[in-house]
Nanobody, 124 residues
Framework: QVQLVESGGGLVQAGGSLRLSCAAS????????MGWFRQAPGKEREFVAA????????RYADSVKGRFTISRDNAKSTAYLQMNSLKPEDTAVYYC?????????????????WGQGTQITVSS
């Protein structure tokens, strides 16, 4: 059983930056592709970014390409999401998730474990 804990959320002005962290425990972190998702009020949870187990292959939603960067440190069992040039439409609860396979995938249903989420609010 893998436990995921996100941190780094908060309130930021448009154009600002934040870095989210996702600390994993209870499993072998390098066995899992890692993803970040977000859910705004009244909307479905949507894919943001994902990274493969070990070779750094990444995938991004079109809405965040060029602004967000996903990374991981397997030695620290932690995944990160660096968010730059934030926009009000990025406001949401952000979740990290672990998928027991090599390659990063997009569907919410592919992921086996989820964190509790962290709120990001971008003011205009």
């Amino acid at each position: 059983q893998v436990q995921l804990v996100e941190s780094g959320g908060g309130l930021v002005q448009a154009g600002g930056s934040l870095r989210l962290s996702c600390a994993a425990s209870g499993g072998t972190f390098s066995y899992y592709a890692m993803g970040w998702f977000r859910q705004a009020p009244g909307k479905e949870r949507e894919f943001v970014a994902a990274i493969s187990r070990t070779n750094g292959f990444t995938r991004y939603a079109d809405s965040v390409k060029g602004r967000f960067t996903i990374s991981r440190d397997n030695a620290k069992s932690t995944a990160y999401l660096q968010m730059n040039s934030l926009k009000p439409e990025d406001t949401a609860v952000y979740y990290c998730a672990a998928d027991f396979q090599f390659s990063p995938t997009l569907p919410v249903t592919s992921y086996d474990y989820w964190g509790q989420g962290t709120q990001i609010t971008v003011s205009s």
